[in-house]
């Protein structure tokens, strides 16, 4: 089956993962405490809640961490209320960008997107001006050198995914986001433990940049990433064969 090659963003997202590791479990943190504010702390009950929770775990959080943060939902936000607000736009080279927040403070985050697109030449565009090239799907990835795509092919499909293929050193399944949560629960029943899992949004179709661009994009991917507002960065980006992040 053919897969969404997300390999080359995955591989750039490794490089930073040391680094980055502390910002993401706060991102989840955040996740998992607004999901269990809006839907209750327990989880068979709260999909929501019950997809976050999973997405922690594929990232290796401490089981503590998340009962904190389940717990600072269930009755420690007092009255704030937090919005969902997603943005898109453009990065040099005619990438498309779409920033999803999660925040408390719709002013301050929409001047940080905006400010952090225009310094690095960038471009903030009107609602649904990209986001009509992406699809939302559940991916994830498990190590082609531990696994074969056979291994992983049957019990996927069976749990319900809707495509596995081999990308580099990566097997990436691909599910519908209703679906995520219960076939990334089958396969880890199963023994098969991934490397990432998450639902991204994935370009129908990828531009391809040279790697001086290429660099130029992922600083703005990066920069806006590390705003505290910020959950998820989706880009149409296909980074070169040389492209090594430096």
């Known amino acids: 089956m053919s897969g969404h090659s997300k390999w080359a963003t995955i591989k750039h997202k490794k490089g930073l993962a040391d680094a980055a590791r502390g910002q993401k479990f706060t991102k989840l943190i955040k996740e998992i405490s607004v999901a269990a504010k809006m839907g209750g702390p327990d989880p068979d009950s709260n999909a929501r809640l019950r997809t976050a929770i999973l997405k922690a775990r594929a990232e290796n959080m401490p089981k503590d961490n998340i009962t904190k943060a389940i717990k600072k939902g269930s009755g420690e936000l007092g009255d704030a209320v937090f919005y969902e607000l997603t943005y898109e736009g453009y990065a040099p080279g005619g990438v498309a960008v779409i920033v999803d927040t999660l925040t408390d403070n719709k002013n301050r985050t929409a001047a940080d997107v905006r400010s952090t697109l225009t310094k690095l030449g960038g471009s903030l565009g009107a609602t649904g001006c990209v986001s009509y090239m992406?699809?939302?799907?559940?991916?994830?990835?498990?190590?082609?050198?531990?696994?074969?795509?056979?291994?992983?092919?049957?019990?996927?499909?069976?749990?319900?995914?809707?495509?596995?293929?081999?990308?580099?050193?990566?097997?990436?399944?691909?599910?519908?986001?209703?679906?995520?949560?219960?076939?990334?629960?089958?396969?880890?029943?199963?023994?098969?433990?991934?490397?990432?899992?998450?639902?991204?949004?994935?370009?129908?179709?990828?531009?391809?940049?040279?790697?001086?661009?290429?660099?130029?994009?992922?600083?703005?991917?990066?920069?806006?990433?590390?705003?505290?507002?910020?959950?998820?960065?989706?880009?149409?980006?296909?980074?070169?064969?040389?492209?090594?992040?430096?």
């Not at 076939?183 to 790697?211: N, P, T, Y």
């Open 134 to 246: 992406f699809q939302t799907k559940g991916i994830i990835t498990y190590d082609s050198t531990k696994y074969t795509e056979e291994q992983i092919f049957e019990p996927a499909l069976e749990a319900g995914a809707e495509d596995v293929a081999t990308d580099d050193d990566v097997i990436v399944v691909t599910t519908d986001p209703q679906d995520f949560a219960s076939v990334l629960e089958a396969l880890q029943a199963k023994g098969f433990e991934q490397l990432s899992a998450d639902i991204e949004r994935i370009a129908d179709q990828k531009v391809a940049l040279d790697k001086e661009k290429a660099k130029k994009v992922m600083n703005i991917i990066d920069r806006l990433d590390e705003l505290d507002d910020v959950q998820k960065v989706s880009s149409n980006i296909e980074l070169p064969d040389d492209y090594d992040g430096e």
